[in-house]
């Protein structure tokens, strides 16, 4: 498995979009799509908390792609997430990603560098202009050869697709 970036409201500015404003040319109800994802996060036992805002995504990615590199891509990633979505913390702001790079055994130095070189904007560049070559609109996309499924999935839904796929349970 291969995290990929994707670029989810790259025009977000640093300080972050209230969701309202996310959303407000959809004819959505924030309210009750925060209370349906909260709801959803509680029947998977997973933590979920009161995020008001969105925020720009891009460094995060940055240096989850240099986390990939020294193998600690899936540790960086899970962080970003819960920071993310349980404690609603700004992941567009370097100390709170310097942060979260100390918290996975990662040198504050080095992601201090590789952030203010952007060693790391290329390979971001590249997934994402694969995200759109192969019509990827939303996160999370799960693909395997030409197949492809949209959407948080239950385990057994996964299962099915890897199968599917010749992905034997050994490979996994």
């Known amino acids: 498995m291969r995290w990929r970036a994707f670029p989810l409201h790259p025009d977000t500015p640093e300080e972050g979009l209230s969701l309202e404003k996310l959303f407000a040319n959809y ?3 924030v309210n009750q799509i925060m209370q349906q994802l909260k709801s959803k996060a ?4 997973l933590p979920f908390g009161e995020r008001k805002k969105t925020y720009n995504s891009r460094l995060a990615q940055e240096l989850g792609s240099w986390a990939e590199s020294k193998n600690r891509g899936d540790a960086f990633n899970m962080a970003v997430f819960k920071t993310y ?3 609603g913390k700004n992941i567009a702001k370097i100390p709170v990603l310097l942060d979260l790079t100390v918290s996975v055994g990662l040198p504050r130095e080095e992601a201090e560098i590789v952030l203010s070189t952007r060693t790391f904007k290329d390979p971001v560049d590249e997934d994402w202009a694969i995200s759109k070559a192969r019509g ?4 999370p996309t799960f693909v395997i050869n030409q197949d492809k499924i949209v959407g948080a999935q239950p385990y057994e839904t996964l299962e099915k697709f890897m199968a ?3 992905v ?3 490979d996994r």
């Not at 990827?136 to 996160?139: F, K």
């Open 136 to 139: 990827i609109t939303a996160v």
């Open 27 to 29: 004819p959505v109800d």
């Open 168 to 170: 034997s349970k050994k």
């Open 164 to 166: 599917a796929n010749g």
């Open 42 to 45: 509680e029947e998977l036992g």
């Open 85 to 87: 979505f349980v404690d």
